[in-house]
């Protein structure tokens, strides 16, 4: 074999070889591009289907005179619909309600950013243990309830108030306080948003179209806007290079494969 190649075939080899990389290269983009969207669909699609099984299975028929369960929250602070209103009154209160409740998320949210500017975020941390635990006790445990029921399984007050309350603590602790196993803490955030998107679905049908798309509006608001407190607080956050205090959802890290090259090939000689 002759030991040198000649310059033309040299530089095709070169151009193979770097076509090749280059394609490596675009593949594993693309393969860390469908693991990143499947991170994102994965919780919510969970979320959905749990949301879906309990409203199926807690349906309110309406035809019997059931009451919203919704009903005193600042979701429904402006205006009570009912069957007898017309649709301009329906829609007028919708937008009451969204108006109230997008108010209230705001100044929460601004609260927060100015706590975590100022250094106060054990104040944070301690509101959201304590939301978590009324997150996790009451509407959890009503909701607990409401499922044993329905599905006609027996249990005593005690069990059920030992198992809601280490429900209730390990959830607390694993979200926001010690380090727990990933799959634990992504249990208990998709449970979280399964509970609230499940009470959410007890509202009046008006209020919650209106204030679906209140909320989808002031997220983008709040998240891309120069001004917005959400991204006021991740760009703080950022700077000051510690954890953000809210619930976020942390997908699992993947581990890149590596591919072990053979030392030498066949037929070396």
Not at 40 to 46: A, E, F, G, K
Request: charged share 15%.
């Amino acid at each position: 074999r002759p030991l040198f190649l000649p310059p033309d075939r040299e530089r095709a080899g070169a151009a193979v070889v770097m076509a090749r990389r280059r394609g490596s290269r675009a593949s594993r983009a693309s393969r860390r591009g469908v693991d990143s969207v499947m991170d994102i669909l994965s919780p919510v699609t969970y979320c959905i289907a749990t949301c879906v099984f309990l409203v199926r299975l807690l349906r309110i028929d309406e035809n019997a005179g059931a009451s919203y369960e919704m009903s005193g929250s600042v979701a429904s602070a402006a205006y009570q619909e009912k069957t007898t209103d017309s649709a301009g009154t329906k829609l007028a209160g919708a937008l009451a309600n969204a108006l109230v409740f997008v108010t209230f998320v705001a100044v929460a949210t601004t609260i927060i950013f100015c706590l975590f500017k100022h250094g106060c975020s054990k104040v944070i941390w301690a509101y959201m243990g304590v939301s978590g635990l009324v997150v996790f006790g009451g509407l959890g445990g009503a909701l607990g309830a409401q499922v044993l029921q329905a599905l006609d399984i027996p249990c005593d007050v005690v069990t059920f108030a030992v198992c809601a309350v280490n429900f209730s603590v390990v959830g607390v602790l694993a979200v926001f306080f010690v380090p727990a196993p990933i799959a634990v803490k992504q249990g208990y955030l998709v449970a979280i948003a399964s509970m609230v998107a499940f009470y959410f679905t007890r509202m009046a049908e008006w209020s919650t179209w209106v204030l679906l798309c209140a909320m989808a509006l002031y997220d983008l608001f709040a998240v891309l806007t120069p001004v917005g407190p959400l991204k006021a607080i991740v760009e703080l956050a950022q700077e000051r290079d510690e954890e953000i205090p809210a619930l976020v959802y942390a997908a699992r890290p993947r581990r890149m494969r590596r591919v072990r090259t053979r030392a030498g090939g066949r037929g070396a000689g």
